[in-house]
């Protein structure tokens, strides 16, 4: 605005001094031809001439004339109007502003530079367009590039308000309680326990609290309790957390709901004195070490919908006396039955698809084992040192037998490989001292070293392109080709 002014102050000038050139040509006062004689002007014209440059001087100039100049004069004064009244705006703003708090020090304290070239922009930006400013000039801005980027804050301010999600309905009616034996959560409709601070021996779980049921019980809300032997948990209960019952030295039985669907990981870990347990139907997982080190389990009731059973669920359950698995099982994980000496399993799943790490290592009392079609993936030492095994039926499906699959099954007496299988890994069934008779399929090319070392049978016939060891059938066997 104030360069607006000064080029409005500036025509007008420029225009005055133009008209009274040509009024001043015009009457010869400028640009007339010098005479080349040497003639002295008379005292008359002289005079008249004094007299015309008098009249000028006292503004009595031709009509035509004066009009032109009163009109410059009017946008003169139209021009002071406006700068008066835009610095007068401006002076409201900046106190305005002045008030407020200020988040940016960089637009406080300065001054117009009226040859900056944003003042120039600025001047530029008024015809046509509301342009967007940043207050007062700063002198230094143009020595400081960020200054002209935009500030966020605020209108981030109203965006990440409203992406600030409302607090849920739940969440609002949600208080953490406690009374003479549990600290828990009261939600709107149900109720998690969070801890027992009881003492009792044999505890019923309420099946509701303040009025809500009760429908979960959270992480190691029982865990390394000296007191409890006996726990029955209600029907209402759908969630067990991690480590629920874990280190309960004393727990001897524990009743699960029929509602159940889910267990946590390490859930009974390291009870060592519980001594039955019934898994209801809804639940498809036995977690990671759920029973693990559970020295003293014996009977056991897995449900009909389990599908996972986890790494190290039942490790050294040394009593426990399970002989079925559900025929819903497809995995069993590392080490799940590790050292489960007393399980005489004498069926087996027909959907099983993967046997992990020593999943049954150290299992004596299995006596057979039947793997399905669907079987197409096991691994190292599944059934290491299984004595009891007499018999083994492998049907088409897997194409591997690992290493150490069957090491140390002393039990089994006769193996016949289906065509499926490639390859017979390191050791595989090394000390095998019952196995009297083998059949390896045409399609076997690979037989690792010491695979049949220890065996007692004494003719063996394999494809002539199959790789095998020097070592992989003791030295007395006899080895026809296909």
């Known amino acids: 605005m104030e360069k607006l002014f000064w080029g409005m102050v500036g025509g007008c000038t420029v225009a005055f001094a133009i008209l009274l050139g040509m009024y001043l040509n015009k009457t010869g006062v400028i640009g007339a031809e010098p005479e080349s004689s040497t003639e002295l002007v008379s005292e008359t014209e002289t005079e008249t001439e004094t007299e015309e440059l008098t009249q000028a001087e006292d503004g009595e100039f031709p009509a035509d004339i004066r009009s032109i100049i009163e009109d410059s004069q009017n946008n003169y004064a139209q021009a002071m109007q406006v700068f008066e009244d835009e610095s ?3 002076a409201s703003r900046e106190a305005e502003e002045s008030s407020k708090p200020q988040g940016n020090t960089n637009n406080s ?6 040859g900056s070239t944003s003042s120039s922009n600025t001047s530029s930006g008024t015809s046509g367009s509301n342009p967007k400013t940043n207050g007062s000039v700063d002198g230094n801005r143009n020595d400081d590039h960020a200054y002209f980027l935009e500030e966020p804050s605020e209108e981030m301010t109203e965006t990440e308000e409203s992406s600030v999600e409302e607090p849920s309905t739940e969440e609002n009616t949600t208080e953490e309680k406690k009374n003479s034996e549990y600290e828990y959560t009261l939600y709107k409709d149900h109720v998690a326990i969070k801890k027992y601070v ?4 044999s505890l019923d779980i309420p099946e509701k609290i303040d009025g809500q049921p009760v429908t979960e019980i959270q992480d190691s809300a029982f865990a390394s309790s000296k007191t409890l032997v006996r ?3 209600p029907d209402s209960v759908e969630k067990l957390g991690s480590n ?8 001897v039985d524990v009743s699960l709901p029929n509602e159940l669907t889910e267990m946590g990981e390490g859930i009974f870990d390291s009870c060592s004195k519980l001594t039955r347990i019934t898994i209801p139907d809804g639940v498809t997982k036995i977690g990671k070490k759920a029973f693990n080190e559970c020295e003293s389990l014996r009977s056991v009731k897995l449900g009909n919908d389990i599908e996972i059973i986890e790494e190290q669920a039942f490790n050294n359950c040394a009593k426990m006396e399970l002989t079925k698995l559900p025929s819903s099982l497809t995995r069993i994980e590392k080490e799940a039955f590790n050292g489960c000496a007393a399980m005489e399993l004498t069926k087996w799943p027909s959907g099983l698809e993967v046997i992990g790490e020593s999943a049954f290592a150290e299992c004596a009392a299995i006596a057979e084992v039947k793997l399905p079609g669907t079987m197409r993936t096991m691994m190292d030492s599944a059934f290491l040192n299984c004595v009891g095994i007499k018999t083994l039926s492998i049907k088409t499906g897997i194409e591997a037998i690992p290493e150490s699959a069957f090491s140390g099954c002393t039990g089994i007496t006769e193996v016949t490989f289906p065509k499926s299988v490639i390859s017979i890994g390191d050791s595989a ?3 095998c001292t019952a196995l009297a008779s083998v059949t390896i399929p045409k399609n076997t090319l690979s037989i690792g070293t010491s695979a049949f070392a220890g065996c007692t049978f004494t003719e063996v016939t394999v494809n002539a392109k199959s790789s095998y060891q020097a070592d992989s059938f003791e030295s007395t066997v006899k080895i026809n080709n296909y």
């Open 88 to 90: 007068a705006a401006a």
């Open 109 to 114: 304290g300065t001054t117009a530079n009226s």
């Open 198 to 201: 009881g003492t009792a021996s």
């Open 231 to 233: 726990i029955s948990v």
């Open 244 to 251: 629920v019952f874990k280190s309960s030295e004393l727990l």
């Open 429 to 431: 069934f090394n000390d």
